[in-house]
T-cell receptor, first 116, second 114 residues
Framework: NAGVTQTPKFQVLKTGQSMTLQCAQDMNHNSMYWYRQDPGMGLRLIYYSASEGTTDKGEVPNGYNVSRLNKREFSLRLESAAPSQTSVYFC???????????????FGSGTQLSVL | TQLLEQSPQFLSIQEGENLTVYCNSSSVFSSLQWYRQEPGEGPVLLVTVVTGGEVKKLKRLTFQFGDARKDSSLHITAAQPGDTGLYLCAGALTYNTNAGKSTFGDGTTLTVKP
C-alpha cells in the first residue's frame, strides 16, 4: 500500500519550459489536492478535486492547470514555468468518514522544483 | 497576512527539555489540526481538536485548543531527537470545510539536539 505517490522527486526547468507533475493514490480517496510550500509561507492550496470529474481553484492557481484523470490520478501542469514557481509541491488525498471532523489528509513526499 | 500565526518560527533545544509552540489567529476555527513534517517528506497528521478548551495527549505531546477556538498550543515533554521536524497547524473556518482546504500556518521548525 503505497499511499500517495508523486513523481518526479526533483526537477530543474528553464524559464518558459513546461512540465507535468504526477500524483497517484491507491487508497480509493475521493478528494485530491495540490499545494506549494515556500519558506515561511506554509502550505498554499493551488487546485483541488473534490471528486472524480471536478476541479476547482485554490488560493494560488495562476500559472497552473490540473487534470483529474481518474479517481486515482491528479496531475499538475506548468505551461510556461517562471522563477516564481520555484517551490516544493505536495499532492494530498483525503476521504470523509463519519462526522464533520473525521477527515484525514495523506500527503505525498513532494517534488522539489527549481525554475532558472 | 497569515491567517494563522505560529511561534516561534525556529526552536533549538537539548534532548530532555520541554517546549511549547503556539498557533494563533484573530479568526474562530471550527477545528484545528497539527501536523509534523520531516525533511524530504510530506506532513503527517498528529491530531485534530474541535471543542473549545479541548486537550488531547499523544504520548509526550499535549495539544490544547483555546476556549474561544482562536488559538492552539502544542507542548512536548522531555523532547527527543526524533521530535525534530516542522510542526504545522491548519484550521478549518467552517464545519463543512474539507481538511484539504484548511488554512495552514507557516510552521515552527524544531531541532532537538542529542
Amino acid at each position: 500500500n503505497a499511499g500517495v505517490t508523486q513523481t518526479p522527486k526533483f526537477q530543474v526547468l528553464k524559464t518558459g519550459q513546461s512540465m507535468t507533475l504526477q500524483c497517484a493514490q491507491d487508497m480509493n480517496h475521493n478528494s485530491m489536492y495540490w499545494y506549494r510550500q515556500d519558506p515561511g509561507m506554509g502550505l498554499r492550496l493551488i487546485y483541488y478535486s473534490a471528486s472524480e470529474g471536478t476541479t476547482d481553484k485554490g488560493e494560488v492557481p495562476n500559472g497552473y492547470n490540473v487534470s483529474r484523470l481518474n479517481k486515482r490520478e491528479f496531475s499538475l501542469r506548468l505551461e510556461s514555468a517562471a522563477p516564481s514557481q520555484t517551490s516544493v509541491y505536495f499532492c494530498a488525498s483525503s476521504v470523509r468518514g463519519q462526522g464533520y471532523f473525521n477527515e484525514k489528509l495523506f500527503f505525498g513526499s513532494g517534488t522539489q522544483l527549481s525554475v532558472l | 497576512t497569515q491567517l494563522l500565526e505560529q511561534s516561534p518560527q525556529f526552536l533549538s533545544i537539548q534532548e530532555g527539555e520541554n517546549l511549547t509552540v503556539y498557533c494563533n489567529s484573530s479568526s474562530v476555527f471550527s477545528s484545528l489540526q497539527w501536523y509534523r513534517q520531516e525533511p524530504g517528506e510530506g506532513p503527517v497528521l498528529l491530531v485534530t481538536v474541535v471543542t473549545g478548551g479541548e486537550v488531547k495527549k499523544l504520548k509526550r505531546l499535549t495539544f490544547q485548543f483555546g476556549d474561544a477556538r482562536k488559538d492552539s498550543s502544542l507542548h512536548i515533554t522531555a523532547a527527543q531527537p526524533g521530535d525534530t521536524g516542522l510542526y504545522l497547524c491548519a484550521g478549518a473556518l467552517t464545519y463543512n470545510t474539507n481538511a484539504g482546504k484548511s488554512t495552514f500556518g507557516d510552521g515552527t521548525t524544531l531541532t532537538v539536539k542529542p
